[in-house]
């Protein structure tokens, strides 16, 4: 049998043989993933709904997720609520808007000076290992349970995670390039804007996305513990009066905003590197 028999008895690709011989058509993967996550979010809540019913597990501990779900619709009526996501909101976008800026504008200079790049780099690598939370009591001496405290814990924990990968992405700038750039007597600026910044811009919206992640997790952990206003301290007070359904539903609230979080810098990182190849595969994939 030649090719152009196979070829026609098994169909184009992407198609298959259903009743009567009819072909049919196979979802795109683009459409499969997101009902598959779909269904693992739905088999996850069923298990939160029958597992207390069970025994296993105490509805005072675990309560069913149709309790979690009233608890969050009542919440959602109140102002106190709306405050302390405001709260929240306000301090991760202060805190990683000074992180990036800071973390962007420290790798760049570090990053084209590879005697300050020298200098510097067993000081970066002793502070960057330290927990942000080892330094809640320094915020509370400084601060105390103020709005200051929690930009604290949150620019040193994101500012890390912007300064290492720019200076990741300026280590990666191609010699010859830069040679060449060199040889047409581009300045500093000229480098920088034309080949560093290009080659340095991928691994950028790669730390802003990660400080991102990490500054929330941060400013929700200052609330907690410090007492912050925000929705770890909501958490916190829910906590403590034994409201164990307000707690679930405000820890289902912190998650969404996690999703939603990096649904938006991935949505960021996309749009800066549209010209960018792995973007381009992304998209064409």
Do not use: C
Request: no cysteine; hydrophobic share 55%; proline share 6%.
């Amino acid at each position: 049998m030649t090719r152009a028999a196979v070829t026609d008895v098994a169909g184009p690709a992407g198609t298959g043989s259903g009743p009567g011989g009819a072909p049919t058509r196979r979802l795109p993967e683009r459409a499969v993933a997101p009902l598959r996550g779909l269904a693992g979010l739905a088999g996850l809540v069923a298990v939160l709904e029958v597992l207390p019913h069970t025994g296993l597990v105490s509805a005072d501990y675990l309560p069913p997720a149709s309790e979690t779900v009233r608890a969050l619709w009542h919440l959602l009526a109140e102002q106190t609520f709306w405050t302390a996501l405001g709260d929240t909101l306000t301090g991760w976008g202060l805190g990683l808007a000074i992180s990036v800026v800071a973390g962007v504008a420290a790798g760049l200079v570090i990053g084209s000076v590879p005697v300050l790049r020298a200098v510097t780099a067993s000081t970066i690598e002793f502070l960057r290992p330290i927990p942000s939370v080892a330094l809640i009591p320094v915020a509370v001496l400084l601060y105390g349970a103020d709005l200051r405290s929690k930009l604290l814990l949150v620019v040193y924990a994101s500012f890390w995670q912007v300064i290492v990968q720019v200076l990741a992405g300026i280590q990666d700038v191609d010699p010859v390039a830069d040679d060449t750039a060199r040889s047409y007597r581009l300045g500093t600026w000229g480098r920088l804007r034309h080949v560093m910044w290009p080659t340095a811009l991928p691994y950028v919206m790669t730390g802003v996305r990660l400080a991102a992640t990490v500054a929330l997790i941060l400013a929700v952990t200052a609330e907690l513990v410090i007492g912050a206003p925000g929705l770890g301290q909501e958490i916190a007070v829910a906590q403590s009066s034994g409201a164990v359904p307000q707690v679930y539903a405000l820890v289902l609230v912190t998650g969404l905003l996690g999703v939603a979080v990096n649904l938006v810098a991935r949505a960021v990182e996309r749009r800066a590197l549209h010209w960018h190849q792995s973007v381009r595969t992304e998209v064409a994939v």
